[in-house]
């Protein structure tokens, strides 16, 4: 592992990328499926929601692993009947995927309470929430 990523960051990121993989496998885009509609997502976005809820309230050493518990452990073995191996993509455990839902859950809540909408009528975050600016 390159020692200029931090392990907090190194494990958040396989959390977002492994997130992504379970949307597309599940819905074949990275889409959250929202009671008012998808939430489309990308690993940017999930890494900044998953890392920015949990950085003032946790140090660095506590989330990375945290993040390295809601994924699958790692195998290095290929699959018996593989002849190159590539590489493995990150899985989140189930407990991963609950978490990664309630946070994506929680982020729509959120912008359908406050309710600014754009042209299009897609939920966007405000610039400012009662005088504070985002």
């Known amino acids: 592992m390159d020692m200029s990523v931090k392990p907090y960051e190194y494990f958040g990121w396989r959390v977002a990328e492994a997130y992504i993989y379970h949307l597309v496998a599940t819905w ?16 940017y976005f999930l890494f900044g929601l998953l890392d920015g809820y949990l950085m003032d309230r946790r140090d660095a ?23 190159i191996c590539g590489g493995k993509v990150p899985v ?6 609950r978490y990664m839902n309630a946070l994506v859950h929680q982020y729509g809540d959120m912008l359908t309470d406050i309710g600014v909408q754009d042209e299009y009528g897609t939920l966007i975050p405000p610039e400012s929430y009662k005088g504070i600016s985002l």
């Open 61 to 83: 050493g506590w989330r990375a692993r945290f993040y390295e518990k809601l994924l699958e452990p790692f195998d290095e073995k290929p699959a018996l009947n593989t002849v």
């Open 28 to 43: 074949r885009r990275p889409v959250y499926r929202y009671e008012t509609g998808d939430i489309e997502v990308s690993r």
């Open 92 to 97: 989140l455990s189930k407990r991963g995927i």
